[in-house]
């Protein structure tokens, strides 16, 4: 178990290459039981939840190979149609095997993922589009058990929009008999990056990038070689961590169009960004003014990056509210940024934070992945040092934060602990 101890005070200046999506590449990854022969992904980043989609993916047979970004994955000598307990209870997306398994080996036995740290997230919409497609499903014992020969197209539409259920019926949908219609599909840039990669392998898909995707099923897809895009989420945070200490940071590998909601209200509260065709700069020369956010599904501002907004808003002159139309309880940071000194209140779905914060170093706890991100950038502008244990959930999405913050001048230390 690792902690930072972070030193506060630096204004941030230089350059960051974005890695490739965490969230894109989990989505990509389980594909590759979609076809026989060797799946290469380009951009793949390294990060703690790659490497637990990577060991779900080892444990049912699948070989795998990475150079450098590079990582190829094979399912010609799968053993298993199981995701087990210990994968998924790493990590959510695990589930998206599912989709694949049953589509191409007409059975899966997947856990149940249960809780989550910033409230419920339920599963129902996964099990009922694929219900919708012929699949029998029994929940037992913990356990998704899925069984159907094949597939069999269908109308569903996603009563919620949902980012996951959207990657795994679309998964399924592909190697369906006939025609599938899927309706209110996420739309969010991770769902058009796996959509875009299955019609490079052969699917037929048309409606790519909006919420209705015609399906035509095939029979076979084929190995390919396809990008994944750029971490939009990690990209917001430099640009947020950017503006937070004064700095000036400029953003490379992004794609600035995922970014424009963070962006326009970057740009509300005083920040100078400029935006070519893969680079985003952002400069910070005077205290931010206060502006409020309401997370919501894309291309709305992204409830991924409303925790670091909350953090960035402690230093801003006047008061914001930050709504969560996604996920209304997820506010488990509050109570550690107010261990720095911050004014923030709670109420349903959102809060509130009172600007002009005198924060000081203190020692606080990461509740997920991107709660650890806002106490960093807590701890960046903090008086003294700032310690913060269980970076484990921050090693989950982002890739090498501390050395990518020091290459701007963020003084990060990585320690072992034991406190846990
Ligand atoms: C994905 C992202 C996560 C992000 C979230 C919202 C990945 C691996 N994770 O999570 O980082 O915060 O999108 O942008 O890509 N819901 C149901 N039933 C379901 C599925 C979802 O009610 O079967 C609800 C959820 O509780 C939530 C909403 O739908 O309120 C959206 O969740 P969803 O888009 O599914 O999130 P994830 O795919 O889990």
């Not at 995701?83 to 997947?110: C, D, F, N, T, W």
């Not at 012929?134 to 569903?156: M, N, S, W």
């Not at 709305?300 to 914001?320: C, E, H, K, N, V």
Request: proline residues 4%; aromatic residues 4%; charged residues 20%.
């Amino acid at each position: 178990m690792d902690k930072f101890i972070v030193h506060g005070g630096v204004r941030l200046t230089g350059s960051v290459a974005i890695s490739g999506a965490k969230n894109a590449s989990l989505a990509l990854m389980p594909a590759c039981l979609l076809t026989n022969g060797a799946l290469t992904l380009k951009n793949t980043p390294n990060n703690r939840d790659l490497g637990t989609m990577s060991r779900l993916l080892g444990s049912m047979g699948v070989g795998m190979s990475l150079e450098g970004d590079m990582l190829t994955l094979d399912s010609t000598s799968i053993t298993s149609y199981e995701a087990p307990y210990e994968h998924v209870k790493q990590m959510r997306a695990s589930i998206y095997v599912l989709g694949p398994l049953i589509a191409r080996y007409g059975e899966a036995r997947v856990s149940l993922p249960g809780g989550c740290n910033f409230g419920p997230r339920p599963v129902d919409l996964h099990l009922k589009g694929l219900e919708k497609l012929g699949a029998e499903i029994d929940v037992t014992g913990g356990y998704i058990i899925a069984k159907c020969p094949r597939l069999q197209g269908a109308h569903f539409h996603f009563d919620i929009s949902s980012v996951g259920a959207s990657v795994n019926i679309l998964s399924a949908a592909v190697l369906a008999r006939g025609q599938t219609t899927l309706t209110n599909v996420a739309i969010e840039p991770e769902v058009t990056n796996l959509a875009l990669m299955l019609e490079q392998m052969g699917a037929k898909i048309s409606g790519i990038g909006t919420t209705t995707l015609e399906i035509e099923g095939v029979d076979s897809l084929n190995p390919v070689v396809a990008s994944t895009i750029p971490d939009r989420i990690e990209a917001a945070t430099f640009m947020l961590v950017a503006a937070m200490t004064r700095g000036d940071v400029t953003l490379t590998h992004v794609i600035p169009e995922h970014l424009d909601a963070v962006t326009q209200k970057l740009i509300d509260t005083g920040a100078l960004v400029d935006v070519s065709d893969d680079t985003i700069r952002v400069r910070m020369l005077e205290t931010p003014e206060a502006v409020d956010i309401t997370a919501s599904i894309y291309p709305g501002f992204p409830t991924d990056t409303q925790a670091q907004w909350a953090a960035y808003m402690l230093t801003a002159q006047g008061a914001s509210r930050i709504r969560d139309t996604i996920y209304p309880t997820r506010f488990g940071y509050v109570p550690e940024l107010q261990r720095l000194g911050a004014h923030i209140e709670t109420g349903e779905g959102y809060c509130v934070v009172k600007g002009n914060n005198k924060l000081t170093g203190a020692t606080v706890m990461s509740s997920d992945l991107r709660a650890s991100a806002s106490l960093v950038m807590a701890g960046l502008v903090a008086q003294g040092t700032t310690e913060i244990l269980r970076v484990y959930h921050l090693d989950r999405g982002y890739e090498k934060l501390e050395s990518k913050l020091g290459a701007l001048g963020a003084v990060i230390e990585r320690h072992p602990t034991e406190d846990y």
